[in-house]
């Protein structure tokens, strides 16, 4: 829950920080611009950690032992050949739309994925 809520804030922040009024306000090739830019990826890149461990401790206890290097293969096979394909969407709506307001529809839907994961997960589970 914690690497979601993070991951949600993370992409909001690039987003916002890729509008133009914002470079313009804190300026391209500054310091400071810098600093924001790189506490913001270092923050996604723990998000995505804290995902990615659960999800893959998930997997290896819900996996019976003689299928563990089957379903890894088939988990990898799925995240890094689904690589290319959202190399090629990102391609195709940059080409038509600025990248500030790509990165802000793709945050506002990860936003709406990410909660609706959260409700069911919390109303599946203990934990309230």
């Not at 506490?39 to 996604?44: A, H, M, T, Y």
């Not at 997997?59 to 088939?74: A, G, V």
């Not at 969407?89 to 994925?113: E, Q």
Request: net charge neutral; aromatic share 12%; glycine share 8%.
């Amino acid at each position: 829950m914690i690497g979601c809520g993070l991951l949600m804030v993370t992409m909001l922040a690039f987003s916002g920080l890729l509008f133009p009024h914002i470079l313009y306000f804190l300026g391209t090739g500054t310091l400071l611009y810098f600093v924001f830019l790189s506490g913001i990826l270092f923050l996604l890149s723990v998000a995505i950690m804290l995902i990615n461990v659960p999800v893959q401790t998930f997997i290896q206890r819900h996996t019976p032992d003689e299928y563990m290097s089957r379903m890894f293969s088939i988990v990898g096979m799925i995240t890094k050949g689904g690589m290319p394909f959202g190399e090629l969407v990102y391609g195709i709506m940059l080409d038509k739309a600025p990248v500030h307001w790509v990165m802000s529809a793709v945050s506002v839907l990860l936003l709406l994925i990410s909660v609706t994961f959260l409700s069911s997960l919390l109303k599946t589970s203990d934990f309230l």
